[in-house]
């Protein structure tokens, strides 16, 4: 079993910055890619980052080059450092993670770009 928690959502300005954090336990470790996805109300879902064993990330066109996905091995922790929002990053965002033949996802934690 693999447990994720979400923190560090909130209502911010455009233009301002918040850094989310997963905190991943159980069955997991720095082996495993670890990503962020997010969903806007009456949309789908969507890939946001990921990172992958040796620190490797790649970014969804609409957050490259503002977002940061980054991870600290010791604290078994995910970041994603989002900076110049927009309102259209408006969503609650997800870890999420597969490992032993299925995803894990956490409760999600909202994130409100608005002034």
């Known amino acids: 079993q693999v447990q994720l928690v979400e923190s560090g959502g909130g209502l911010v300005q455009p233009g301002g910055s918040l850094r989310l954090s997963c905190a991943a336990s159980g069955s997991i470790d720095s082996s495993n890619a670890m990503a962020w996805s997010r969903q806007a109300p009456g949309k789908q879902r969507e890939w946001v980052a990921s990172?992958?064993?040796?620190?490797?990330?790649n970014y969804a066109d609409s957050v490259k080059g503002r977002f940061t996905i980054s991870r600290d091995n010791a604290k078994n922790t995910v970041y994603l450092q989002m900076n110049s929002l927009k309102p259209d990053d408006t969503a609650v965002y997800y870890c999420?993670?597969?490992?032993?033949?299925?995803?894990?996802w956490g409760q999600g934690t909202q994130v409100t770009v608005s002034s």
């Open positions: 990172i992958i064993t040796g620190g490797n990330t």
């Open positions: 999420f993670t597969y490992t032993n033949g299925r995803m894990y």
